[in-house]
T-cell receptor, first 114, second 117 residues
């Protein structure tokens, strides 16, 4: 059973609009969350993260929101640009809980249409 | 630094053959991870090493899969015998610590696309 879920395999957004990518997790041992971005024929690269002591973390056009009670997080990209077209992986780990692995979700493929 | 280096980038083989994938982590990184990416399961952790010692291999699908890290600068993932369902992209990643936080993330190689006919 997947511990990190990304229920939307793909998403299309118009350039300039907001992209919202969702992620749900089931394991209460997770207390730290990361988003990775992957272009075709390349490996994933780190994008942004959030600790469970926060409910929001912002880095430029990228903002991650965490709802611990719902075990849900989302990545917002505003405004979306064609260069943001990629696969986005949500990942979870435990720091204080000592869950020592990083578990990745299946990914959401984002297409930003010019 | 050149980043994580993987070879080969593409491998096409026939069912039953042995396949060896290679990885050179970033110098100074103590953790090395092997992942497999498929459409159905996304990015799965197969095994990871700390200071060349395998820590968790619970993600290795079967005994046909084995991984070694003889030294800090080299690791292999071997599949013997290979089967068509092993076709996937295999990634190697490394990190200084466990790669579990934003200040210590995992750095991925470009991947090896394996096709087993």
């Amino acid at each position: 059973d997947q511990q990190v879920k990304q229920n939307s395999p793909s998403l299309s957004v118009q350039e300039g609009r907001i992209s919202i990518l969702n992620c749900d997790y089931t394991n209460s041992m997770f207390d730290y969350f990361l988003w990775y971005k992957k272009y075709p024929a390349e490996g994933p690269t780190f994008l942004i993260s959030i600790s469970s002591i926060k409910d929001k973390n912002e880095d430029g056009r990228f903002t991650v929101f965490l709802n611990k009670s719902a075990k849900h997080l989302s990545l917002h990209i505003v405004p979306s640009q064609p260069g943001d077209s990629a696969v986005y992986f949500c990942a979870a780990s435990g720091l204080k809980t000592s869950y020592d692995k990083v578990i990745f979700g299946p990914g959401t493929s984002l297409s930003v249409i010019p | 630094d050149a980043g994580v280096i993987q070879s080969p980038r593409h491998e096409v083989t026939e069912m039953g053959q042995e396949v060896t994938l290679r990885c050179k982590p970033i110098s100074g990184h103590d953790y090395l991870f092997w992942y497999r990416q498929t459409m159905m399961r996304g990015l799965e952790l197969l095994i990871y090493f700390n200071n060349n010692v395998p820590i968790d291999d619970s993600g290795m699908p079967e005994d046909r899969f084995s991984a070694k890290m003889p030294n800090a600068s080299f690791s292999t993932l071997k599949i013997q015998p290979s089967e068509p369902r092993d076709s996937a992209v295999y990634f190697c990643a490394s990190s200084i610590l466990g790669g579990r936080r934003g200040t210590d993330t995992q750095y991925f190689g470009p991947g090896t696309r394996l096709t087993v006919l």
